[in-house]
């Protein structure tokens, strides 16, 4: 988990910005056998801001899969 601050004027709203985000993400890699690997990826990120407009969550979901030849 990892955490960001962020202050900063916006111009287009006239006023100062701070966010806070945090981060997760989760791997897990399974050998399917000899050649073949697969990979599950999971991400979360979460930015309080105070402007509204940059407020947000966003979950990301990935599955991988690799062979060696």
Same mark, same amino acid.
């Given at each position: 988990?990892?955490?960001?601050?962020?202050?900063?004027?916006?111009?287009?709203?006239?006023?100062?910005?701070?966010?806070?985000?945090?981060?997760?993400?989760?791997?897990?890699?399974?050998?399917? +056998? @000899?050649?073949? $690997?697969?990979?599950?990826?999971?991400? *979360? /990120?979460?930015? +309080? @801001?105070?402007? $509204?407009?940059?407020?947000?969550?966003? *979950? /990301?979901?990935?599955?991988?899969?690799?062979?060696?030849?």
């Amino acid at each position: 988990m990892q955490k960001r601050d962020y202050d900063d004027y916006n111009t287009l709203f006239q006023s100062y910005r701070n966010d806070t985000t945090w981060y997760g993400s989760f791997n897990f890699i399974q050998r399917i +056998n @000899s050649i073949f $690997s697969a990979e599950l990826q999971a991400n *979360y /990120t979460h930015a +309080n @801001s105070t402007l $509204s407009v940059y407020d947000y969550d966003k *979950y /990301t979901v990935s599955l991988n899969l690799s062979g060696r030849f």
